[in-house]
């Protein structure tokens, strides 16, 4: 995905203000250690979403390791208001602040932790997800463990290589969790989208990957595409109640768009550590959604009659907040 150079926390009050004609708020605290705000492009949404609590989300988004700004919020709606509040992360690991975070989903069997990803690696470099706990009274998060994506394809200057954007994750023991990552396609070493997983272990803190989760399973979204092998066929993950798996693909034409986003039934999850998703044969239930670039997947809020929920990552024109019903 071609990033916007700068983030700001304006970004943060376009990424709400698009969103609702209802009262917004937005907490203006400094966000960061040595905040330092450039006015000057009011780009950037959510490249990733995940349920906090009935009406809250935590927010990832994608900032290269050399740009400042916000990597972490809480998003609020309710039916009178939507708000945005950064979270400040009290400690990275030994590679240093995140690297485009593309994805977030609650670690299962847990109430505020959670395991965001970073895209992939670059030169070898990041390419990691990082198990979070977050305090939702003080909107500090702390880093409790950091784990190394493997290297399937190298991200370099001439190459586009693992471009994870979805992660879910579900419970295999209590010490084990499944992990399934959505890498996006449109690329030309991979032009699908790949569905992968692998084993975290809580305990010894480590991430394996099978290498039948390697290979993992391809998939090819239906769609009004601009060009079927460019377009990206997963870029969000959100796991429902029955065990559905339901996904996001998007259309990517530059910063100034149009935008198209598809939102589908992929599959279902199941407790098996060799094959945890059954993907369904043929992609019947999804929805077209013009004019979005949808990167953040999740469920609806409490009192917005909706499926689901999506964030987008509109480029030159910000981001927004949306609910959606699904046939």
Same mark, same amino acid.
């Given at each position: ?32 250690? #040595? ?8 780009g ?18 994608d900032?290269?390791n ?12 309710t039916?009178?208001?939507?708000s945005?509040? +950064?979270?400040?992360?009290?400690? @990275? ?14 670690v +299962? ?12 690696? @670059?030169?070898g ?10 305090? +939702?009274t003080?909107f ?10 493997p290297?399937i394809n ?42 992968? @997983? ?7 803190k480590?991430?394996?990957?099978? +290498? ?6 391809q ?10 092998? #460019? ?42 550590k ?27 809020? #409490?009192?917005?009659k ?10 030159n ?11």
């Amino acid at each position: 995905m071609k990033l916007n150079f700068y983030f700001s926390l304006i970004c943060l009050i376009t990424f709400i203000a698009c969103s609702t004609q209802k009262k917004v708020v937005t907490d203006t605290k400094p966000v960061e250690t #040595k905040p330092q705000i450039d006015a000057t492009k009011l780009g950037g949404g959510a490249s990733g979403m995940a349920i906090l609590d009935e009406q809250s989300y935590v927010g990832v988004y994608d900032l290269k390791n050399f740009q400042k700004g916000i990597r972490v919020s809480v998003i609020k709606v309710t039916e009178e208001e939507l708000s945005v509040r +950064p979270i400040v992360i009290e400690n @990275w690991d030994n590679e240093g602040i995140s690297s485009d975070l593309e994805s977030i989903c609650k670690v +299962p069997g847990t109430e505020n932790e959670f395991f965001a990803s970073e895209s992939g690696n @670059w030169q070898g470099k990041f390419g990691r997800i990082f198990h979070i706990r977050i305090n +939702p009274t003080t909107f500090v998060g702390t880093i409790i463990n950091s784990v190394k994506l493997p290297i399937i394809n190298r991200n370099d200057f001439d190459m586009t290589g693992d471009q994870y954007e979805a992660i879910t994750s579900i419970s295999y023991s209590d010490t084990e969790k499944i992990i399934i990552l959505g890498e996006r396609g449109g690329s030309k070493i991979n032009p699908n989208g790949i569905v992968r @997983w692998g084993v975290y272990n809580v305990e010894k803190k480590t991430f394996e990957m099978s +290498p039948a989760g390697k290979e993992g399973i391809q998939v090819q979204v239906p769609g009004n595409w601009t060009d079927n092998t #460019k377009n990206r066929d997963i870029t969000d993950f959100y796991v429902d109640k029955a065990g559905k798996i339901w996904a996001s693909a998007s259309d990517d034409l530059g910063d100034a768009g149009p935008f198209y986003s598809v939102i589908y039934q992929l599959g279902t999850i199941q407790k098996d550590k060799n094959n945890p998703i059954q993907v369904v044969s043929e992609i019947t239930n999804y929805k077209e959604v013009n004019g979005f670039k949808i990167e953040a997947l999740s469920g609806p809020a #409490k009192g917005i009659k909706s499926t689901l929920s999506f964030a987008t990552e509109d480029e030159n024109y910000g981001g927004v907040w949306r609910p959606i019903l699904m046939d």
